[in-house]
């Protein structure tokens, strides 16, 4: 399993391997979800948006991977299914009148992470968030030299 509770309520996931042209392979550590979403709460809702389309995107990813080898076999399709859920969930966040706000998509992105270990998909939601959190670290960054900071 790519993620074990560090205690009753933390979850920890991980991100994607790292191969290198040496041909060695590196796991990223686990992270603390919590954390990031402490951080994503807080973000304006430009950035927001950004970190779900990262994750969204990552999920597509997942799902055509699910369906490439034929024939597909019923866990595979059922991987594919429940992603497509979450991005139906995801993605009605962008809904200029979403009705969910910044707390909301948190625990959102938090259930799915939870419900992810019932799928054998913990390490797509990892890598899906992990690539979200370092793009937001990297533009807030960014942003904050820009400003003079």
């Given amino acids: 399993m790519s993620a074990q509770p560090a205690d009753g309520n933390r979850l920890m996931l991980k991100g994607a391997k790292v191969q290198y042209a040496s041909g060695k392979v590196v ?9 990031v979403l402490a951080k994503y709460v807080r973000l304006p809702d430009e950035a ?6 990262v994750v969204s995107h990552s999920l597509t990813v997942d799902m055509r991977v699910a369906l490439l080898d034929r024939p597909i076999s019923d866990t ?8 497509n859920e979450w991005l139906h969930q995801l993605t009605s966040c962008f809904h200029p009148r979403s009705t969910r ?3 909301a998509e948190a625990e959102l992105i938090r259930d799915i992470a939870t419900a992810s270990f019932r799928y054998g998909l913990e390490r797509a939601i990892g890598r899906a968030v992990a690539k979200a959190a370092g793009n937001m670290l990297v533009t807030t960054k960014k942003e ?3 400003a003079g900071g």
Avoid: G, M, Y
């Fill in 27 to 35: 796991a990223s550590k686990p992270f603390d979800l919590d954390a």
């Fill in 48 to 53: 927001r948006r950004a970190f779900l389309s």
């Fill in 76 to 83: 595979d399709a059922a991987r594919a299914w429940q992603i």
């Fill in 101 to 103: 706000d910044a707390e």
């Fill in 144 to 146: 904050v030299h820009a």
